[in-house]
């Protein structure tokens, strides 16, 4: 089955912890997001890559890391430096970056900050 | 940058029935991409439908269409004979042709379509 993993589903931090957020995808895409959702709010692009070893901020990238070094696998770091890290947050990949090419969506991992 | 409005954070209709959601932005972008996803209590984001801004006709799947108004800047999704299935959150995004860069999608904030059996 092709798709996109994410993992874990639940994930609990303690304040000032380093947390990393894993992202996986079988469908040979190039190009793979992170988003941020809130409640009430709709998604928010944090980084995105469209080949392996290039990566680009998205519009709330402080706080966030993240590393490309396979074309399959997109992990997300949040770090102590992230204000407010407690939300629903979402890989996806596309063939392209282009908005012909449909983006295709994990099932997200809920972070909560204790 | 782009902004995507959805003026109605929820909406409830009867089963069967026809509902339209609303969906406005702001661009200065000539040619761009507009999305409808649907977000279930799952929350697995799920394409809906998918305009393109240089095509004049309005698209359409199965039991969902859009009304497409370039000049107004407009994009609102209507789902026929609404079904159970149905009830979900929506988001409409925006995206301009080539995307990447720091744009990527942009999202409203959604409207949490309930369907009354």
């Known amino acids: 089955d092709g798709g996109i993993t994410q993992s874990p589903k639940y994930l609990f931090r303690k304040e000032g912890q380093n947390v990393t957020l894993s992202c996986e995808q079988n469908?040979?895409?190039?190009?793979m997001y992170w988003y941020r959702q809130d409640p009430g709010q709709g998604l928010r692009l944090i980084y995105y890559?469209?080949?392996?070893?290039?990566?680009q901020k998205g519009d709330i990238a402080e706080g966030y890391s993240v590393s490309r070094e396979k074309k399959e696998s997109f992990p997300l770091t949040v770090t102590s430096a992230q204000k407010n890290p407690t939300a629903f947050y979402l890989c996806?990949?596309?063939?392209?970056?282009?908005?012909?090419?449909?983006?295709?969506f994990g099932p997200g991992t809920r972070l909560t900050v204790l | 940058a782009q902004t995507v409005t959805q003026s109605q954070p929820e909406m409830s209709v009867q089963e069967a029935e026809t509902v339209t959601l609303s969906c406005t932005y702001d661009?200065?972008?000539?040619?761009?991409?507009l999305f409808w996803y649907k977000q279930p209590p799952s929350r697995q984001m799920i394409l809906v439908i998918r305009?393109?801004?240089?095509?004049?006709q309005n698209a359409t799947e199965n039991r969902f269409s859009v009304n497409f108004q370039k000049a107004a800047k407009s994009f609102s999704l209507k789902i026929s004979d609404s079904q159970l299935g149905d009830t979900a959150m929506y988001f409409c995004?925006?995206?301009?042709?080539?995307?990447?860069?720091?744009?990527?999608?942009?999202f409203g904030k959604g409207t949490h379509l309930i369907i009354q059996p």
């Open positions: 996806a990949s596309s063939i392209g970056t282009s908005g012909i090419n449909e983006q295709f």
């Open positions: 469908l040979n895409h190039d190009a």
């Open positions: 890559s469209q080949i392996v070893n290039d990566f």
């Open positions: 661009t200065s972008e000539s040619n761009y991409y």
């Open positions: 305009q393109e801004a240089y095509k004049q």
């Open positions: 995004a925006f995206m301009k042709h080539g995307g990447g860069g720091a744009d990527g999608l942009t």
